[in-house]
């Protein structure tokens, strides 16, 4: 593999990005005008200062805790040559708006748009006629079960989920998940992948919806939304009761804030479109709650407010 396509440039595609740039591969992100191009620069510029903040702290900290291994092994980091690299990046990756222009040499083309099942519908019918054969497609989705989506992209033995974690330079984790359709060597070249660009890959050879990690995180946020909604406590305190009573270093809140609360509030809106379904949560009321924030605008760290302000 060599060119590698993002469709979108939100907040972990422009992460994929810049990554997948920094470890040596030629980057194209599309991105669907020229004002979302601006909004997805503004993403990467505060991606690289969060590069150059961790190579700076590996330059000064002798404990292996503070180490992004996203960014260079433990053994073999080399300042001056990590922020050089960092630095290169922004002028190395292509922005498109042209979907054609975008995939059209693509060896892998990741999808990272939000958690929408219309949308991912949409842009795999725009790509199926577009990608040369030797294209393999995965979703960032961390919410969708390839298997769903498989049938749209025309390439199902060519298609799965690779799920990256948020602030992947330091939490270097990705879950690769086939299906029952997709190939065993394209899986085994997106592992390959995974590796090459410093991640440590997670294979999931059996679906499940929210895989490894939102399958134990997605839980924890609609708890803590839970908490609030129905009026038992602030967002501080349930935060409090998380980090001081786990050791963590975020609270629900200061995740939802991490994540994006439009990416939130669309997960919580597939629970609600669900007909009849029983849970122990207040889904409509987290329905209400995060429209009022998106609706003003508050939506999360990378607009510089959400439940918090920054």
Same mark, same amino acid.
Do not use: H, W
């Given at each position: 593999m060599k060119n590698i396509t993002i469709l979108g440039?939100?907040?972990?595609?422009?992460?994929?990005?810049?990554?997948? =740039?920094? =470890? $040596?591969?030629?980057?194209? #992100?599309?991105l669907r005008s020229k004002e979302s191009i601006?909004? =997805?620069?503004?993403?990467?510029?505060?991606?690289?200062?969060?590069?150059i903040d961790a190579i700076n702290i590996m330059k000064k900290e002798k404990n292996i805790n503070t180490w992004s291994l996203g960014i260079a092994d433990f053994d073999k980091f080399n300042a001056s040559k990590s922020l050089k690299n960092v630095e290169e990046v922004l002028n190395k990756i292509n922005f498109e708006i042209d979907l054609e222009k975008s995939v059209c040499d693509a060896d892998l083309v990741i999808e990272s748009m939000s958690e929408d099942f219309d949308a991912k519908k949409d842009i795999y019918g725009k790509i199926a !006629?577009?990608? !040369?054969e030797k294209t393999i497609l995965v979703t960032n989705s961390s919410t969708m079960l390839p298997s769903k989506l498989a049938k749209f992209t025309?390439?199902?033995?060519?298609? %799965?989920?690779?799920h990256f974690a948020n602030s992947i330079w330091k939490n270097n984790i990705v879950e690769v998940m086939m299906h029952k359709d997709t190939n065993e060597k394209y899986f085994e070249e997106v592992i390959d992948f995974a590796k090459s660009i410093r991640m440590v890959p997670l294979?999931?050879?059996?679906?499940?919806?929210?895989?490894?990690?939102?399958?134990?995180?997605?839980?924890?946020?609609?708890?803590?939304? +839970? %908490?609030?909604?129905n009026g038992i406590s602030d967002v501080e305190s349930i935060d409090t009761a998380w980090k001081r009573g786990t050791g963590s270093p975020k609270g629900p809140f200061e995740?939802? +804030?991490?994540? $994006? %609360?439009?990416?939130?509030? +669309? #997960?919580?809106?597939?629970?609600?479109? #669900?007909?009849?379904?029983?849970?122990?949560?207040n889904f409509r009321g987290m329905e209400k709650l995060l429209k009022t924030y998106i609706d003003e605008g508050k939506l $999360?760290?990378?607009?510089?407010?959400?439940?918090?302000?920054?």
């Open positions: 440039g939100g907040v972990l595609g422009s992460q994929i990005a810049f990554q997948t =740039c920094y =470890c $040596g591969y030629n980057v194209t #992100i599309y601006k909004r =997805c620069k503004k993403r990467l510029e505060e991606v690289k200062k969060s590069y !006629p577009l990608l !040369p025309k390439r199902e033995n060519k298609f %799965l989920a690779l294979p999931l050879r059996k679906e499940k919806s929210g895989y490894l990690l939102n399958s134990m995180l997605i839980p924890l946020l609609f708890s803590g939304l +839970d %908490l609030l909604v995740i939802l +804030d991490t994540v $994006g %609360l439009k990416t939130a509030y +669309d #997960i919580v809106l597939m629970y609600v479109k #669900i007909p009849k379904f029983l849970a122990p949560y $999360g760290k990378s607009s510089g407010e959400g439940f918090y302000k920054y």
